[in-house]
């Protein structure tokens, strides 16, 4: 199963920017799509934005033009660039892989807190 590790989660200020990082443990090369979710406190994980190996994006609505989704695959990862962030983004984010496989696989997650 391929590993994945999620960085660049922290407290900023509403109106800031945060970069997420997700590295795959194995080449991304021929993955199928990846994408950010996230989990609100005692919400149900929800889909923030995705890619797929032709380089097509989607982003929810509620982060349209706030948030951008893409990826390196020379260096095995996918970014999630958020800006003018709002206290309401403050959830744990995860990052997911789906193989043509047919083989899913979750990050840890990392914390963003959006707060004064």
């Known amino acids: 199963q391929v590993q994945l590790v999620e960085s660049g989660g922290g407290l900023v200020q509403p109106g800031g920017s945060l970069r997420l990082s997700c590295t795959a443990s194995?080449?991304?090369?021929?993955?199928?799509?990846m994408a950010w979710y996230r989990q609100l406190p005692g919400k149900q994980r929800e889909l923030v934005a995705g890619i797929n190996s032709g380089g097509r994006t989607n982003v929810a609505d509620s982060v349209k033009g706030r948030f951008t989704i893409s990826g390196d695959n020379a260096k095995n990862t996918i970014y999630l660039q958020m800006n003018s962030l709002k206290s309401e983004d403050t959830a744990v984010y995860y990052c997911?892989?789906?193989?043509?496989?047919?083989?899913?696989?979750w990050g840890q997650g990392t914390q963003v807190t959006v707060s004064s």
């Open positions: 997911w892989l789906l193989l043509p496989t047919g083989s899913a696989s």
């Open positions: 194995t080449s991304i090369f021929n993955f199928k799509t």
